[in-house]
């Protein structure tokens, strides 16, 4: 069934790339290393190998593509009317799977955010796909003990880069949790 639906993912976003796309962007990480896997997954079946693995090649986590554009992305803000301090909760597929530490922290502070130093920023927030269903006393301490890391430096805001992290951590907290891409959505929108 998990192949089917990667074959209709690549069908839906195939006349985009036979028209040039140039990337296929991921907002969230746990989405982003898996379809980076498709090319993998797919290798056996004649009719999609080809197509897969030039998705996986395709496939970019949203800060790869804005930290290119951060000089004209700046451009197109509103300026920030005063310091904004953000913790980043690095997902464990941002960090660990595509391999990308400090890749939002980079856009963000290029941006003119301050990133405030997260401790145990290496550790899991304890969502991990179905773990925190299925082991939810472990990943409520996880969950915790990341809440804790987070709000200890006082940040503006809490930001992450995974629904899967976002919505564990919400479940924590009466703090919202945003992804970080919010961010700067609402500064092109003012």
């Not at 796909?129 to 890391?149: M, V």
Request: charge should be neutral; charged fraction near 20%.
């Amino acid at each position: 069934e998990a192949l089917a639906f990667m074959r209709r993912n690549i069908d839906a976003w195939w006349p985009h790339v036979e028209n040039g796309a140039e990337a296929i962007a991921m907002t969230a990480s746990g989405c982003g290393v898996m379809v980076k896997d498709y090319g993998y997954q797919l290798a056996h079946d004649p009719q999609y190998a080809e197509k897969a693995a030039r998705v996986s090649a395709m496939t970019k986590d949203v800060s790869e593509v804005l930290a290119s554009e951060a000089a004209r992305l700046q451009a197109l803000l509103t300026p920030l009317a005063q310091p904004t301090r953000v913790a980043f909760h690095s997902p464990c597929t941002l960090q660990h799977g595509l391999r990308l530490k400090g890749a939002v922290e980079s856009v963000l502070s290029a941006l003119g955010y301050e990133v405030v130093p997260v401790r145990d920023s290496h550790l899991c927030c304890g969502s991990a796909g179905t773990y925190s269903l299925l082991h939810p006393d472990l990943a409520r301490r996880l969950r915790d003990d990341k809440l804790d890391a987070l709000t200890s430096p006082k940040p503006d805001h809490i930001v992450t880069a995974n629904i899967g992290c976002q919505t564990h951590l919400q479940s924590g907290t009466p703090r919202r949790v945003r992804h970080w891409v919010e961010l700067l959505a609402e500064r092109l929108q003012a």
